[in-house]
């Protein structure tokens, strides 16, 4: 059985630093059709893709986001963690990571969601 | 940057009408990079479909996408009480992803 779990604070002061924590079970960061991404909705509002990273370390950011984000792994852990600087109260939301699967040669779907975490920016 | 804007914004229908949904993009692209996910409230998305028409693992056949070029549609051909919720299309091209805003199903 698959599964994603993010973790992580529930509560940041505007401009500290925010650092997620997405661990996976019943799959390997490792395996090369697998991969996982960060994705955001603030409340009420739509899903904003964040960051991206693939079996072999290959990484992409969301070009509006880029400087505040660093996304890693560690396969061993099976651990994907998602760090963001200087936040603010606009980036109060529900943070999800979900796994990327593919069907074919570039045929890419987030086919297992974690349940999500709601950060809350305020001082 | 690829700009995903769906319409409508919400769709008021009944239990056993036809939803279509519609999905546009500000640019050309192959339909193997559009992806459709539902969205209950308080639950993550779930994947829909994908490469436009392909049903993923256990989704009804209620449930079908269609498209090409820049103009994607998601056709609910029936709604069960379970499908009224919000419905998301997205793009990839392997360095990123955009989702559209949204469209809302609601019963009415």
């Known amino acids: 059985q698959v599964t994603l779990k993010e973790s992580g604070p529930v509560l940041v002061k505007p401009t500290e630093t925010l650092t997620l924590t997405c661990t996976v079970s019943g799959f390997s960061l490792s395996d090369d059709r697998l991969s996982v991404s960060w994705i955001r909705q603030p409340p009420g509002k739509a899903l904003e893709w964040l960051a991206h990273i693939f079996s072999n370390d290959k990484k992409y950011y969301n070009t509006s986001l880029n400087s505040r984000l660093t996304i890693s792994k560690d396969t061993s852990k099976s651990q994907v963690v998602l760090t963001m600087t200087n936040m603010d109260p606009v980036d109060t939301a529900t943070y999800y990571c979900?796994?990327?699967?593919?069907?074919?040669?570039?045929?890419?779907?987030?086919?297992?969601w974690g349940q999500g975490t709601l950060v809350t920016v305020s001082s | 940057e690829l700009v995903l804007t769906q319409s409508p914004g919400t769709l008021s229908l009944s239990p056993g009408e036809r939803a279509t949904l519609s999905c546009r993009a500000s640019?050309?692209?192959?339909?193997?990079?559009l992806t459709w996910y539902q969205q209950k409230p308080g639950q993550a998305p779930r994947l829909l479909i994908y490469g436009t028409s392909t049903r993923a693992t256990g989704i009804p056949d209620r449930f079908s996408g269609s498209g090409s070029g820049t103009d994607f549609t998601l056709t609910i051909s029936r709604l069960e009480p379970e499908d009224f919720a919000l419905y998301f299309c997205?793009?990839?091209?392997?360095?990123?992803?955009?989702f559209g805003q949204g469209t809302k199903v609601e019963i009415k």
């Open positions: 640019q050309t692209f192959s339909s193997s990079f």
């Open positions: 997205q793009h990839h091209d392997m360095s990123s992803w955009t």
């Open positions: 979900a796994r990327s699967n593919v069907a074919a040669a570039g045929i890419y779907f987030f086919d297992n």
